[in-house]
């Protein structure tokens, strides 16, 4: 028996679902039940009925889905795989922030802890963030952690007064112009879809800027043959593997989450025989960060 038929039987024998997100590697993709963006997996993850839920992402996703389906046993596969832009900010921080603009709302990027979403009014993803900002009355919006995807939404919402925190997230932040200028050099008449996670001297330059979905939508549905996939590589390679009609091709050779490809389907086997890593998060917290994410997913 390979691995990939020992993950299934025991994954039957758990009664448990694999969610995997974009950015796992392609073999981790493949024996997943469902592959999506963190808006999509965490909505699965609400509605999961299995027992188990194997989360093959990174530490904030797994405790999103634990707090939106508390009663279920959720598994990361491996513990250390954290997202460093979701570490930059504390609750501390936040409760700093809201010192200082008491009038403003707290909206939360999904990439942040448990405890930051808990001190946070709503949390949005980067599909859903201008929606989730325009729907809010305060017209002065603290938004956390990324500073770029921030930005981005204040050109969107001109009416409101956002005031960015100064995360990032080093896989889009490490794109330059001059990665931009290269491609476009190469091949002029390609598309060049881009995440707003992105410096905004990138975003400005590209053919269209969505959430991870919104892009894989675009570039499905195009009908330019050659697309730039200015987002994490594990895009490129859903993409090959969806259709062989057109060519993909990655901005930059930088764009890869080292915590993303600390999965394999070794750690997912562990998991499920091991029961590891179970997250657990205190009952408070949850309680709070429910109602932000709750609220995120009635808009
Ligand atoms: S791609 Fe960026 S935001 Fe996503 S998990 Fe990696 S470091 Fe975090």
Do not use: W
Request: overall charge negative.
């Amino acid at each position: 028996m390979d691995i990939k038929d020992k993950i299934r039987k025991l994954k039957k024998e758990r009664n448990a679902v694999i969610l995997s997100h974009y950015y796992q590697h392609i073999e981790v993709q493949e024996i997943a039940d469902f592959i999506g963006d963190s808006f999509e997996l965490a909505k699965k993850a609400k509605e999961a009925k299995e027992d188990v839920i194997v989360f093959c992402g990174v530490y904030f996703m797994a405790e999103g889905a634990k707090i939106l389906n508390p009663t279920k046993t959720v598994l990361l596969p491996v513990k250390e795989a954290g997202c460093p832009m979701a570490d930059m900010v504390t609750a501390e921080d936040v409760m700093e922030l809201r010192k200082k603009y008491p009038d403003a709302a707290v909206v939360t990027y999904v990439n942040s802890t448990a405890e930051v979403k808990a001190v946070s009014d709503i949390c949005c993803t980067s599909s859903s963030a201008v929606r989730i900002v325009n729907s809010i009355p305060n017209k002065r919006i603290i938004f956390v952690p990324d500073e770029n995807l921030g930005r981005y939404i204040a050109k969107q919402v001109p009416d409101k007064e956002i005031i960015p925190y100064s995360g990032y997230c080093q896989v889009h932040q490490r794109v330059t112009v001059q990665d931009v200028e290269a491609v476009r050099k190469a091949m002029p008449d390609a598309l060049l879809l881009v995440h707003p996670e992105c410096v905004p001297e990138v975003v400005e330059k590209a053919d269209f800027v969505g959430s991870t979905t919104q892009i894989i939508n675009k570039a499905l549905e195009s009908k330019n043959k050659d697309i730039i996939i200015g987002t994490e590589v594990g895009v490129v390679d859903f993409l090959k593997k969806k259709t062989s009609d057109k060519n993909f091709y990655l901005l930059s050779p930088k764009m890869i989450c080292a915590n993303m490809k600390k999965t394999s389907l070794k750690d997912v086997l562990n998991s499920l025989e091991n029961n590891v890593h179970e997250i657990e998060i205190e009952q408070e917290i949850m309680d709070k960060a429910f109602s932000s994410l709750d609220r995120m997913m009635n808009v």
